[in-house]
């Protein structure tokens, strides 16, 4: 019951604070705080209590829920996690907008997250990975900047990509195991016995899990989405959210692969991979949330080198079981320090450049202790916490390179260069901050004393005192974690107890801090400042995302499947086709329905007997047509000059002009009357002239006369 | 009392459509008369869905046509979704449609398409599933064609085309049926005459795979898609929710009587037209969700995503496998249900900001939170997020494809079905991030009237609410479904 309530308390919740808030904002606040205690107290009591719950019938599978060592640890750490970041809020979203849903997500993600961590099956944790992923979204695009917004849609693509594969791998291992929970998976692999396509559902499962952690190469989302969201959720997406990824790789490498020596190396190389990429991104970094979101993904690669070398190291993985978990809840505590110290710069500079906030730290004791306890202990400086995980690994790795070889030694020195650059990073951070002074604005920050109110003071006090107090008991309190928490891991029993301050173990400390101040004074103070001012060097080009992914994603992929499936989905082949055809049928259709063949033979045949009769007909006529245009043709007559000379022509003259005859108005010569005879008479016989009959008459006359003359003459 | 209740559901709303322009001109009879209707159909059948499985016959129309009804468990399903479905859309037409002038003939043609979908799933035998098919066809093309513009007379033509041509297709093979099998009747495991049907094997499964290939046609099966997203962006939101929700499902309907109640799946199961169904069906999943996420117009982009999830069904029956057929029956209602919403959460985009175009939509969650709301949890029930509904089908699509163990499909099916889920993402989910975080420069979007009243918003939050619920709480529903499964092998 009371894990029940862990997870569905908060989300029950959620849209209490959410309608209270859209009318009493302060009282908003005091209710979610309140909530996020409540929590932390259930988290207690729940701890010292274990047990196990199931919902059967729940989203069909049903949910299983498991409060077993781990699982109790990581309850309380989140709890804690939540519980300061809401004490946090208030005052930095003092004079923000839209909060009423940045705190009814970071309920609600609440709720999630436990839900992954507690979960007894894969399907569980898959169930609230999802949900998780769609909640914490809204953290990401809370400040609905172009940066926020182009960095959640990273993330929500990581997210719901990751998400697909990783069910991909459920699908699978669900089929080839039936069963996902995840204390039986052990046994049913080895009665499966498919290795191939346990690989590949391993595959996915790392794939979709990995995203979450920000594991190579899927960290892309990671060092855009934690520093545009704001502090106080930046410090649970890197402390809280990426663990729920890591927990989803430790459920199948502990389980499904336990002692995989090939499995082990693979998550070994993608560990080291993200932990070197991460610190060098890190260094470069002249952004303080960035360079923190950074150092997340380096410290995740962290943990999973720890995870890698249990696998390497089969039974003997003891230390590393141990150095993995305990890298978690430090790394854990780090962030949510760090990014709230960060969240402070933030809510009083509401800037995060260095060259913008140097020398804000100066004079402020809580903030410089704070910052200074979390940097010292993610750069595994000694007394502190994060000494002692990084120890054990460190030992972990040394003892995998006794009996693997030279990867191994090239594995501990990535391992110790990386731990160097957490040093050579954090020393950058905390110089840039809380030595140097601002060239302008010193003096006002100088007099900011008020830069943080009671709770919020309280919140970063109380987070930061963790660290220490783990480190300085280090063989009680840390000891004592891990033995809580190790069966999750099932790793093979401690042989030794270990000595954290040994001189061998101070040697690896020493060697990372050395390298550390190294390439802090050679490299950082004397290659990434520009006249004083912090650069980063770091080429734009040279970014997975913008080189790779999105042109792959965005471009070329929808671009190629987008073509193939509109030759389907708008019917490019078949409707050609479909025309084709119906052209071929409507063609053969009217050919035989509208008597093409017959019509135009029996039509053509018509013509040419009608040419043919019209031909016979018409010969005759076409003689005389052909005479008339050639031999009898008319001739025009320039008959005028002529007419105008005639006699009749004077005549008619003299006449008009004694008053006979006289024309209308107009007609000019044609109204002359003799005028008019004389002409129609000449008319007359030329057209007579012309007539073929005429032409006969003479002809015949001209035969006559001939023959006339022919007998005359004989 | 079963069989008058039998009559009852396809008379009732066929009457009632066909009486409605009797109730004059006055909008508020005319809408009372409706609901009084669309309430009733939803009693009534809610009575049936209670009641013990029953066979009536009706009448004959020669010795080997007889019309008869039917009432088991896929009637039930189909059933359940038709009536309960057009109810809540019929309420939020009322909203939609309130500035329009021609309310009546819509709600004439509404009641009929209900009347006629009703009968198709209570059909008793291939002949009246064919009857009822053809009818639905005739019924619903009035309400693409409502608006009377050039576009949407050439819409509704192309759907009849479409279905009409579909339709002739499955009467082919019905024609080939009635030689092979013992009779026309639906019985789980199906009827045919294994003495008959000797040698002739190959005819008779060309003929079934064309069949299925035409009563695809209203599912928007591959080739015959093609009608889906012509017709949905000019019809009416109510409408184009019901055809893609409803009415697009009679297809799936009657492939499953087909499959599983004439031919049975025994006969089918790992020949070629398998193969060649499930490749169709795969296609058409990809090629609407990727057509989906190239195209801008949303009402057009949630036809291509119709064509996309009914292709999901359609790939669950080809399976041939219980759980495969479990995880298709769920995606009925699942899809039934996130599909109305969507259409409805877009048409009253349409109604109430005249957009059109999925950019026109920044900042819409400003001006219509409930709306959006109520887009996102449907966008994410479809694309499959624990625990909303889209997901319980798709792990059981997924796994009955794994289990299948037919080479290739086994696993391309998943992988399939996730590239689609991606995709499906892809096209849903922007509108709502551009909706609700739209940056601190966007303009406010003008809403005329708000969110349009509870009758606008109401509808698409129940539904958003079953669409989450149906999803957490589906374990009933799964053991009716698989058990139905099961008796049909």
Redesign the interface.
Known sequence: MLILLLIFLPMGLAPVGWLLGRRFKPRRDRFVIAVGFAELLLAVAAALRGGEAAL???????LTFVLDGFRRVYAVVFAFMWAMTLLFSPDYFAHHRRRNRYYFFQLLTLGATMGVFLAGDLYTA??FF??MS?TSFAWV?QE???GA?RA??TY?AVA??G???A??GL??L??NLGTLTVSELYPAALAAGKRPALYTAGACVLFGFGAKAGMFPAHIWLPKAHPVAPAPASALLSGALTKTGVWGILAISCNLFRGDPAWGAVILTLGSVTMLLGAVLALFSTDLKRTLACSSMSQIGFILTGVGMMGLLGNENALAARGTLLHMVNHSVFKLVLFLCAGTVYRNLHRLDLNDIRGFGRGKPLLLVSFLLGSLGIGGVPLLNGYVSKTLLHEAIVEGAEHCGWPLTLAEWVFLVSGGLTVAYMSKLFVAVFVEKHPDRQAEFDAQKQYLSRPAALALGLSAAVIPALGLTATVSMDKIADLAVDFLHAGPLTHKVRYLSLENLKGAAISIAIGAAVYLLAVRRRMRKNGDYVNCWPKKLDLEELVYRPLLLKLL?AV??W???L????RI??PLCRGVLAAGRWIGRLFGENRLFEPAARSFFAVMRTLSHAASDSLDALVLVLRRTLLRQSPEPETDKVRRSAAYRMGTELDRLGLGRAPAGEGDRGRWVYRVVRTWRETGRLLRTTLSFGLLMLILGLAGGLIWLLWRL | MTNILLVCAVVLPLLGGAMLPLAGKDRRVLRLTVLAVLILEAGVVTALLVRPDTELFLFAMTDTLTVSLRMDGVSRLFLAVAAYGFLITGVYAFAYLSHDGRESSFFSFYLLSLGALVGMDLAGNLITMYLFFELVTLLSMPLVLHDRTEDSIRAALKYLFYSVAGAFLALCAIFFLGKYCVTLDFRPGGTLDGAKAAGHETLLRAVIFLGVLGFGAKAGLYPLHGWLPSAHPVAPAPASAVLSGIIAKAGVLAVLRLIYFCVGPDFLAGTWVQYAWLGLALLTVFMGSMMAYREKVFKKRLAYSSVSQISYVLMGLFLLTPTGLTGGLLHVIFHACIKILLVMTVGSWIHNLGFHRVDELRAVGRAMPKTLWAFTLGALALVGIPPASGFVSKWYLAEGALGSGLPVYSWLAPVILLISALLTAGYLLPITVDGFFPGREARNVPARNGEGGPMMWGPPAVLAALAIGLGVFSAGLVRALSSLAATLF
Do not use: R
Request: proline share 5%.
């Open positions: 059967p019938d729940v989203c069909v599978l049903g898959f169930v999802e949900i769609f695009i609905e900047t172009d917004i959640a849609k929500l719901v990509i998400g697909l594969v069910l991909m699908f699978l669900w089929h929808p499947f987008g193939v499936s509109a389907f989905g708008e019917n078949t409707a």
